[in-house]
C-alpha cells in the first residue's frame, strides 16, 4: 500500500521557520519525484517544490524561490521542505506528492498532474 504520511506543520510567527518531513512507503523512494503542495482557504492548489528521484536537483514556485529549501534520504524513505521566512500567504495545509517521472526538469511539473498519490497533508499556520 503506497502511503506519503507528512509532518512538521503548525503556527509560526512571520519571519520564523519550519521543516516539514514526508514518510513514503509501499514504493522504492528512489525510482522517484517527490513534490510538495500547499492549499490556502479558498485558493486554489499551488506547486510549491519538486525534488528528483536522485536528489540531484530541485524545482521550486517562484512564490517561494529563494526561501524553501527541499531535500531527501532515501535511505530512509523520506522528503523535508525548509521553510525559511515564513510569510502569512504561506499559510494553508502542505501536501506531500509522488511524481509520475524521475525527473523535475520536465514541463510543468509542478502541475498536480505529474503526481498520483498523495498524502493526508499536514497545517502550516503563519501568523503574529
Known amino acids: 500500500q503506497i502511503q506519503l504520511v507528512e509532518s512538521g506543520g503548525g503556527l509560526v510567527q512571520p519571519g520564523g521557520s519550519l521543516r516539514l518531513s514526508c514518510v513514503v512507503s509501499?514504493?522504492?523512494?528512489?525510482?522517484?519525484?517527490i513534490g510538495w503542495f500547499r492549499q490556502a482557504p479558498g485558493k486554489e492548489r499551488e506547486g510549491v517544490s519538486c525534488?528528483?528521484?536522485?536528489?540531484?536537483?530541485?524545482a521550486e514556485a517562484d512564490s517561494v524561490k529563494g526561501r524553501f529549501t527541499m531535500s531527501r534520504d532515501n535511505a530512509r524513505s523520506t522528503v523535508y521542505l525548509q521553510m525559511n521566512s515564513l510569510k502569512p500567504e504561506d499559510t494553508g495545509v502542505y501536501y506531500c506528492?509522488?511524481?509520475?517521472?524521475?525527473?523535475?526538469?520536465?514541463?510543468?511539473?509542478?502541475?498536480?498532474?505529474?503526481?498520483?498519490?498523495w498524502g493526508q497533508g499536514t497545517q502550516v499556520t503563519v501568523s503574529s
Open positions: 525534488i528528483a528521484a536522485t536528489g540531484a536537483s530541485t
Open positions: 509501499g514504493f522504492t523512494a528512489e525510482n522517484y519525484a
Open positions: 506528492v509522488r511524481g509520475k517521472f524521475r525527473s523535475c526538469l520536465l514541463t510543468n511539473m509542478l502541475s498536480a498532474d505529474r503526481y498520483d498519490y
